[in-house]
């Protein structure tokens, strides 16, 4: 079956680096997401992007989280400068269409210290 | 403003029934999806309603009445396995995300 691929599974970084977690989509997928869950706490939605913009993004997603789908398979998130509070796990998920159930990836565990 | 309310936890014995609520109050709704998501993974996607009634997916059910902002999941046969937390989220009406609840942590006893 499909899946949602994420790469890497654990990234340590300090605070004010930057990161980008990636993510390859299932392959006839149109409709691409970043939520985020920090540890305890429930699935938060970030940002949606479909037709090579995004179509809509939350309150968490400020200035310092873009996306980008450089190519015709991968999806990233990035965070320019990392706040300890970024900490989380990070997944990604697609569907064939908008009101289709969402796939997730096995998400990106991201420690700031 | 949007809510959706679970129960934190509940505990179950093996090859017993559990049925897990959810109720939301949300601006708009077009969709409501119940989610497995055992410890350190992903999200799994289990069943998804959008018109009210039961729908049934082998040893799992869920149930919407969209007049009571009300939904359940129910877990038949129970097994060690199913052991997780089951997430309700609701679909916004005016777009394609999905708002979750905090879920329902699910113990299966021997």
């Known amino acids: 079956e499909p899946e949602v691929t994420q790469t890497p599974s654990h990234q340590v970084t300090q605070m004010g680096q930057e990161v980008i977690l990636r993510c390859v989509p299932i392959?006839?997928?149109?409709?691409f997401y970043w939520y985020r869950q920090i540890l305890g706490q429930k699935v938060e939605f970030l940002v949606s992007f479909y037709n090579n913009e995004i179509s809509e993004k939350s309150e968490i997603f400020d200035d310092q989280f873009s996306v980008e789908r450089p190519d015709g398979s991968n999806f990233t998130l990035k965070i320019r400068s990392t706040k300890l509070e970024d900490s989380a796990m990070y997944f990604c998920?697609?569907?064939?269409?908008?009101?289709?159930?969402?796939?997730f990836g096995n998400g990106t565990r991201l420690t700031v210290t | 403003g949007q809510n959706i309310d679970q129960p934190t936890e509940m505990t179950a014995t093996e090859g017993a029934i559990v049925q897990i609520n959810c109720t939301y109050q949300?601006?708009?709704?077009?969709?409501l999806f119940w989610y497995q998501q055992h410890a350190g993974e992903a999200p799994t996607f289990l069943s998804y309603n959008v018109l009210d009634g039961l729908e049934e997916k082998g040893r799992f059910s869920s149930f919407l009445s969209r007049s009571k902002g009300y939904s359940y999941l129910l877990l038949k046969e129970l097994q060690m396995k199913d052991s997780a937390s089951y997430l309700c989220?609701?679909?916004?009406?005016?777009?394609?995300?999905?708002?979750f609840g905090t879920g329902t942590r699910l113990q299966v006893f021997p």
């Open positions: 392959s006839n997928h149109l409709y």
């Open positions: 989220a609701v679909r916004d009406e005016n777009t394609d995300k999905l708002i």
């Open positions: 998920a697609s569907s064939d269409r908008g009101q289709a159930p969402l796939h």
């Open positions: 949300t601006s708009g709704f077009n969709g």
